[in-house]
């Protein structure tokens, strides 16, 4: 075989082997609520030959938010996201954004082999309770997985209550002693009511 058919033959393996690899993306959407926003993302999806592995959606107000994590073993993957994203902008008036992953995700529970907590704040609603609360596990290194907020009148008095409800991963090196012990310090000066409890 001759050396320029051998290069031939590297550079088609390669080829073929960039094919294979498996790409991975972060992907963001939001936008005002309405009928067809998942359908015009799935679209998007499909149309850039990629395969949807995990999805996050929530409304907030009058607002659709939707995080998504996106695979694909094509290597025009990231060009047709990137022209894909700018017309749903501009056709359907979303803000959208991705961006290439490194790797494969690994989960920060999975890499810290940490153990899921829940956590529940509730009391008179003022500023700072998720600022102090979110800070006091930052310190501690402990990862929020999800959390949802909100903020009703008290029924007989009207006085605004805040809840909180975290959902934690405490890595195995953390002293949950400890750290019950400062959350519930973080309380009593918020004047809150805090339950951390581990999940079976």
């Not at 051998?6 to 959407?29: E, G, N, Q």
């Not at 600022?131 to 029924?155: F, G, W, Y």
């Amino acid at each position: 075989m001759r050396s320029g058919d051998s290069r031939r033959l590297t550079h088609a393996a390669i080829a073929r082997y960039a094919r294979r690899m498996k790409h991975w993306y972060a992907l963001s959407a939001i936008g005002r609520d309405r009928p067809g926003i998942v359908a015009d993302l799935a679209e998007l999806i499909y149309d850039c030959d990629c395969n949807l592995e995990d999805s996050s959606m929530t409304i907030l107000g009058s607002e659709f938010a939707v995080l998504l994590l996106l695979s694909s073993t094509s290597v025009e993957a990231e060009r047709l996201l990137a022209s894909g994203c700018k017309r749903l902008e501009w056709e359907k008036r979303l803000t959208v954004f991705f961006r290439p992953l490194e790797a494969e995700p690994v989960a920060y529970a999975a890499r810290a082999r940490a153990r899921r907590h829940t956590l529940q704040a509730i009391g008179v609603d003022r500023a700072g309770i998720v600022a102090k609360i979110a800070r006091c596990l930052a310190e501690h290194d402990v990862n929020i997985a999800e959390m949802s907020t909100q903020s009703r009148p008290e029924p007989e008095s009207g006085t605004p209550l805040y809840t909180v409800r975290v959902q934690l991963d405490v890595p195995s090196n953390v002293d949950t002693a400890a750290l019950a012990r400062r959350l519930h310090a973080v309380a009593e000066e918020l004047q809150v009511e805090l339950a951390f409890t581990a999940e079976n």
